[in-house]
């Protein structure tokens, strides 16, 4: 899947045991969601200059805790990465106590800095913020959780869910400064403030969803 120096047998282990159980979740969390993720934490730890099977591992375990409860999605995910011994093959105690506490942190709305920098780099690649990504995945998740909702209440979610998150007062934290996300933040709050450029790309990818 990955062009990478990421272990080959470890590898195989995610991509087989661990990646499917994403074909479970909504559209915004599904397979493209973490393979995403996954390439985005190894072009940061190359950068950085971290443990690369680390931070492949991280972001291929981050979302698993939807499998409950999505307010605590973040410490199921690394409850389970922590109680799988199979990684016992690869990482010892200590490492996979720093990813379970990477997966921990990686949730947006966490208050707290990431305590370690694989907590920063997959708190960092979970954030896809290419503005109509963003947009796109928030109709998703908006048309699957919310069925019952007709297209004006969608829009009215659609926007208070973007001002809570993206805005100036938002509750989205980066943790690595000069990042793309920055400036892709940036071109967010751009569209938050010309609502009606804003409701036509609405419009456009919401009849899309719709069709699907």
């Given at each position: 899947?990955?062009?990478?120096?990421?272990?080959?047998?470890?590898?195989?282990?995610?991509?087989?045991?661990?990646?499917?159980?994403?074909?479970?979740?909504?559209?915004?969390?599904?397979?493209?969601?973490?393979?995403?993720?996954?390439?985005?934490?190894?072009?940061?730890?190359?950068?950085?200059?971290?443990?690369?099977?680390?931070?492949?591992?991280?972001?291929?375990?981050?979302?698993?805790?939807?499998?409950?409860?999505?307010?605590?999605?973040?410490?199921?995910?690394?409850?389970?990465?922590?109680?799988?011994?199979?990684?016992?093959?690869?990482?010892?105690?200590?490492?996979?106590?720093?990813?379970?506490?990477?997966?921990?942190?990686?949730?947006?709305?966490?208050?707290?800095?990431?305590?370690?920098?694989?907590?920063?780099?997959?708190?960092?690649?979970?954030?896809?913020?290419?503005?109509?990504?963003?947009?796109?995945?928030?109709?998703?998740?908006?048309?699957?959780?919310?069925?019952?909702?007709?297209?004006?209440?969608?829009w009215t979610r659609f926007i208070s869910h973007l001002d809570n998150k993206y805005s100036q007062h938002g509750y989205i934290h980066l943790w690595i400064p000069g990042s793309e996300n920055e400036a892709n933040l940036k071109k967010i709050r751009e569209f938050l403030v010309d609502k009606k450029t804003?409701?036509?790309?609405?419009?456009?990818?919401?009849?899309?969803?719709?069709?699907?």
């Amino acid at each position: 899947m990955l062009d990478n120096n990421v272990n080959l047998d470890l590898m195989t282990f995610i991509e087989t045991e661990i990646l499917p159980r994403y074909s479970n979740f909504d559209k915004a969390h599904g397979m493209p969601h973490v393979t995403s993720v996954i390439r985005r934490s190894i072009k940061l730890a190359k950068t950085i200059g971290a443990d690369i099977n680390m931070a492949y591992t991280i972001a291929a375990y981050h979302d698993l805790g939807l499998e409950g409860p999505r307010a605590i999605h973040h410490v199921t995910s690394g409850k389970i990465l922590a109680a799988d011994s199979r990684l016992n093959k690869w990482f010892s105690r200590e490492q996979i106590k720093i990813m379970k506490e990477a997966v921990e942190d990686h949730r947006a709305s966490a208050s707290h800095t990431p305590r370690s920098v694989y907590g920063k780099i997959v708190a960092e690649a979970d954030r896809e913020l290419e503005p109509m990504t963003v947009f796109r995945r928030t109709i998703q998740f908006g048309l699957d959780h919310y069925p019952e909702k007709n297209k004006e209440e969608h829009w009215t979610r659609f926007i208070s869910h973007l001002d809570n998150k993206y805005s100036q007062h938002g509750y989205i934290h980066l943790w690595i400064p000069g990042s793309e996300n920055e400036a892709n933040l940036k071109k967010i709050r751009e569209f938050l403030v010309d609502k009606k450029t804003l409701r036509t790309i609405f419009d456009k990818i919401y009849d899309e969803e719709k069709m699907s």
